[in-house]
């Protein structure tokens, strides 16, 4: 088992030890014991995601840092098709991702996707109600008019599918984003009287997701975070 949070001062032996890079949030795989630096997040909500890439079935574990906070942990399943994420405003600091898997051959791919980060590049999203296909992973992004709006999220194949949405104005803790899915298997969130599960707003039974929205301008994000596995996945935004 690697020494991992034996400090030094502010110092790991491991986290935080800086191996690969630049990092500015596009795709990369880190090995066990690889740390990737992104020197500075959004000052609003942006998402990790992880996969375990393993052929085996090795349990991984990723660790990040922001701004010297004591490390916080993440678990990585081995064997999945679902993207797992984060989404956080981590306030225009550092992030430092370290793959801190107890055991070496596991790989586990890692990304970081926010409106303006130079590691993707999203879709144009037209706000005249034009279909735009989003495969995993893929993002799409435009400017709303100074009205209200609609945003359609919609998979009519039946796979389960998440969506990232962030933009507009903040809440109390600085988040702007909203995770949404489809094809699940409740109904939960605005108008359901049931709570989402942690880390969620809504999650739907159906096939389609319309949230309203009126940012007088303001940039809309969104970023499909479903299984691998899953197809089929649309956004298009719209005035009301």
């Known amino acids: 088992m690697p020494k991992l949070l034996r400090a030094r001062g502010m110092h790991y032996e491991i986290i935080d030890r800086f191996s690969v890079g630049p990092w500015t949030g596009a795709p990369i795989v880190l090995q066990r014991n690889d740390n990737a630096g992104l020197p500075q997040t959004p000052v ?3 998402v990790l995601v992880w996969v375990n890439q393993t052929k085996a079935n090795n349990a991984g574990k990723l660790s990040w840092t922001s701004g010297g906070s004591v490390p916080a942990f993440l678990s990585a399943p081995a064997l999945q098709f679902q993207p797992y994420l984060l989404v ?13 898997s107890g055991v070496p051959n596991t790989p586990i791919w890692v990304a970081a996707y926010g409106p303006g980060m130079p590691g993707n590049t999203p879709q144009p999203l037209p706000t005249n109600g034009t279909t735009v296909q989003l495969s995993t992973l893929a993002t799409a992004q435009g400017a ?19 969506f990232v949405i962030i933009g507009g104005p903040a809440d109390s803790s600085g988040n702007n984003a909203h995770v949404i899915s489809l094809n699940d298997s409740a109904n939960t969130g605005p108008g359901t009287g049931v ?13 389609t997701y319309s949230y309203q929205l009126n940012w007088q301008g303001a940039t809309v994000f969104v970023a499909a975070m479903s299984p691998a596995t899953s197809l089929g996945a649309s956004v298009s935004l719209t005035a009301l």
Do not use: D, E, I, K
């Open 88 to 100: 956080r405003n981590w306030g225009g600091n550092n992030l430092s991702v370290t793959n801190v």
């Open 44 to 46: 609003g909500s942006a």
């Open 195 to 207: 709570t989402p599960p942690a880390g969620y707003y809504a999650t739907t039974m159906g096939t």
């Open 144 to 162: 709303t008019l100074p009205r209200w709006m609609q945003l359609n999220l919609a998979n009519f194949t039946g796979s389960l599918t998440v």
